[in-house]
């Protein structure tokens, strides 16, 4: 079993885990990410690496319960165990001194670039962090960044914090500098990163995004993951999650990503009901 040693509720639908797994914790990179089991009959899930700690070893994931496995996850309280925690799986982000770099991130996404912007800075980039979500409530770790990166635009849908709209107005905003952005990289909900990737194709900028599709082993035996990426068939657990986003075909993964909602919804209503996540 992994224990989880610390725990931090963001809202009542975003959480943190710091998860002892020192083996995971000595080897994973920023853009990595690992699966997890809850319990023997429980599904796997990938979880992307938010920040490691190989002295303690620790490895520590965020997320949003939208479904069965994550609500039972996020009821685990410090001191109790996940039966799986399988990683770094994935290829780390390409860290290179590009310039100048932009690093969006929309909800949960903002824990996932937070490595990515550390690795970055550490290689002599300059970095702005472009960062959003539906309301004040839902952003975290805004002082991290703040530490992180040259400059940290902050963006709510609903403006109750900073500045009202999305991540897609604000880097608008930041490509149509003298100094644009060598590289974007984008990392959050699937219409969030397709929109990124629309503005970004307008300025010409090279643009990275993290796909999470529906994944079950993580190692690239089930081809759940397939994606379309330049027209020809790739696998996000052991080609990615990282890709091209200008030659993403989103229109097919979001369909994807609805293929087993029917049966998600009865899983969820059934823990709802009290099964207590054995069901």
């Not at 023997?40 to 997320?63: H, K, M, N, Q, W």
């Not at 929109?195 to 900028?205: M, Q, S």
């Amino acid at each position: 079993m992994y224990r989880i040693l610390r725990k931090e509720v963001f809202s009542p639908s975003v959480k943190l885990l710091e998860i002892e797994a020192p083996r995971v914790a000595r080897k994973a990179q920023a853009g990595q990410f690992v699966m997890l089991r809850v319990y023997e009959r429980g599904e796997r899930i990938p979880l992307t690496v938010a920040d490691c700690d190989p002295e303690r070893g620790s490895v520590t994931v965020v997320f949003m319960e939208v479904g069965k496995t994550t609500r039972l996850l996020g009821s685990l309280e410090e001191g109790a165990g996940i039966l799986d925690f399988v990683g770094p799986l994935g290829n780390p982000t390409e860290i290179e001194k590009f310039g100048r770099v932009a690093c969006v991130g929309g909800g949960v996404g903002v824990a996932c670039i937070y490595p990515i912007c550390r690795a970055l800075k550490k290689a002599g980039n300059e970095v702005i962090a472009v960062v959003g979500a539906r309301t004040k409530e839902l952003l975290f770790w805004e002082d991290r960044l703040r530490e992180t990166v040259d400059e940290l635009l902050i963006t709510t849908d609903d403006g109750s914090y900073v500045r009202k709209g999305f991540v897609t107005d604000v880097l608008r905003e930041v490509a149509g500098r003298e100094n644009p952005p060598d590289r974007v990289v984008a990392v959050g909900p699937l219409p969030m990163m397709r929109a990124v990737c629309g503005v970004t194709k307008e300025f010409g900028l090279k643009t990275i995004v993290s796909l999470n599709p529906i994944m079950v082993d993580g190692i690239g035996m089930c081809g759940a993951c397939r994606v379309t990426v330049g027209g020809e068939t790739r696998f996000v657990c052991v080609e990615g999650p990282e890709f091209d986003g200008h030659e993403v075909d989103f229109a097919e993964l979001a369909q994807r990503l609805q293929r087993y909602r029917a049966q998600e919804q009865e899983s969820l209503a059934r823990y709802e009901a009290g099964c207590g996540g054995r069901c």
